[in-house]
C-alpha cells in the first residue's frame, strides 16, 4: 500500500510564500512523474506543475516566474516552492505520483489527501 502526505498549506498574505512538501511512503518500487495540483471552490482539479524523475518539469502558464518545483528522489518526496502569491492562488492543493509498486508490472496514479492553501489580507 501506498501513501501520499502532503505538508505546508496554510494562510499567507498576498505576495508572501510558502513551501509544499510531499512524501510518498509504503511499497514502492519507482516513481516516476510527480506533480501539484490544485482545486478551487466550485472549480475543476488543475495541473500546477509537475517534474520528472529525471528532473524535467512542466507548470501552468499561471504559476510560471513564481513557482518552483523540485523532487528528492532518494526520500520519495515532492516540493512546491511558492513564491508571490496572489489570492487567486487560493485552493487545496494535492500532489500526485505516478509510480510502480513493488511486484507489480505497470504503473498507478497515487493522489494525496490536499492541504489548503488561503491568500488573504
Known amino acids: 500500500q501506498v501513501h501520499l502526505v502532503e505538508s505546508g498549506g496554510g494562510l499567507v498574505q498576498p505576495g508572501g510564500s510558502l513551501r509544499l512538501s510531499c512524501a510518498a511512503s509504503?511499497?514502492?518500487?519507482?516513481?516516476?512523474?510527480m506533480g501539484w495540483y490544485r482545486q478551487a471552490p466550485g472549480k475543476q482539479r488543475e495541473l500546477v506543475a509537475h517534474?520528472?524523475?529525471?528532473?524535467?518539469?512542466n507548470y501552468a502558464d499561471s504559476v510560471k516566474g513564481r513557482f518552483t518545483i523540485s523532487r528528492d528522489n532518494a526520500k520519495n518526496t515532492v516540493y512546491l516552492q511558492m513564491n508571490s502569491l496572489k489570492p487567486e492562488d487560493t485552493a487545496v492543493y494535492y500532489c500526485?505520483?505516478?509510480?510502480?509498486?513493488?511486484?507489480?508490472?505497470?504503473?498507478?496514479?497515487?493522489w494525496g489527501q490536499g492541504t489548503p492553501v488561503t491568500v488573504s489580507s
Open positions: 517534474i520528472t524523475s529525471g528532473g524535467s518539469t
Open positions: 500526485n505520483a505516478d509510480l510502480v509498486e513493488y511486484g507489480s508490472s505497470r504503473n498507478y496514479d497515487y
Open positions: 509504503g511499497s514502492i518500487f519507482s516513481i516516476n512523474t
